[in-house]
């Protein structure tokens, strides 16, 4: 139990086009989920943490018009890098978690953005 | 600034060894502190998890202990295999805050 999707698994866009990474966990319900970004051989760093139906809460120095996220549902979060450039390329990871177990976090296998 | 270091960055270990990851934190309104595995390209994997009011957890090959007082908590991996090489990931929770915070991480290599 307890697995997240992620997809794609790899992105390759051109600069200044938006890329949509799509969030699920597929055998539970997820209350909140959260958006890390990590670049080689490097800690991951928490972008946002958004609960089902709220706004996303953002990590201090992330832009929030530059990565939207959205929790429409229980199971499915995404995050939009809008007019993504070169610096926006990273392995970026969600990880989600259940209503009274918010601090037990299950990861994504991650999806790695390329921006050209 | 680094609310939980972790060291060593990187470690090896020959096969059936015990390989060992420490972490220190300064926080005290943390009180959740799970270890995650990641391979390559691939998202962390929770492992264990304790919370501060246990001194040791176990789980298979893998024992967390923590010491409150010292505010420092440690993965003990028992009889190291090839397959465990991996990067571990300490980190704690803080309720009000509502985030993990991430320890640097630390590169194993177990040779055969």
């Known amino acids: 139990g307890a697995v997240v999707s992620q997809h794609p698994s790899r992105v390759i866009c051109k600069s200044g086009t938006s890329v949509k990474i799509e969030c699920r966990s597929l055998d539970f319900q997820a209350t909140t989920m959260f958006w890390y970004r990590q670049f080689p051989k490097q800690s991951l760093m928490l972008m946002a943490t958004?609960?089902?139906?709220?706004?996303?809460?953002?990590e201090q120095g992330v832009e929030k018009d530059k990565f939207l996220i959205n929790h429409a549902s229980l199971t499915l979060s995404t995050l939009t890098v809008t007019s993504a450039h070169p610096e926006d390329s990273s392995f970026y990871i969600c990880?989600?978690?259940?209503?009274?177990?918010?601090?037990?976090?299950?990861f994504g296998p991650g999806t790695r953005l390329l921006v050209l | 600034q680094q609310q939980v270091k972790q060291s060593p960055q990187s470690l090896i270990v020959q096969k059936g060894g015990i390989s060992i990851i420490n972490c220190a934190y300064e926080n005290t309104a943390f009180d959740y502190f799970p270890w995650y595995q990641q391979f390559p390209g691939k998202g962390p994997a929770l492992l264990i998890a304790?919370?501060?009011?246990?001194s040791e957890k176990k789980e298979g090959r893998f024992t967390i202990s923590f010491n409150k007082s010292a505010k420092q908590f440690s993965l003990h991996i028992m009889d190291s295999q090839p397959g465990d090489s991996a990067t571990y990931f300490c980190?704690?929770?803080?309720?009000?805050?509502?985030?993990?915070?991430f320890g640097e991480g630390t590169q194993l290599t177990v040779n055969p």
């Open positions: 304790i919370r501060p009011d246990v």
């Open positions: 958004s609960n089902e139906g709220s706004k996303a809460t953002y």
């Open positions: 980190a704690a929770w803080e309720t009000s805050g509502s985030r993990l915070t």
């Open positions: 990880s989600a978690s259940a209503r009274g177990y918010i601090e037990t976090q299950y």
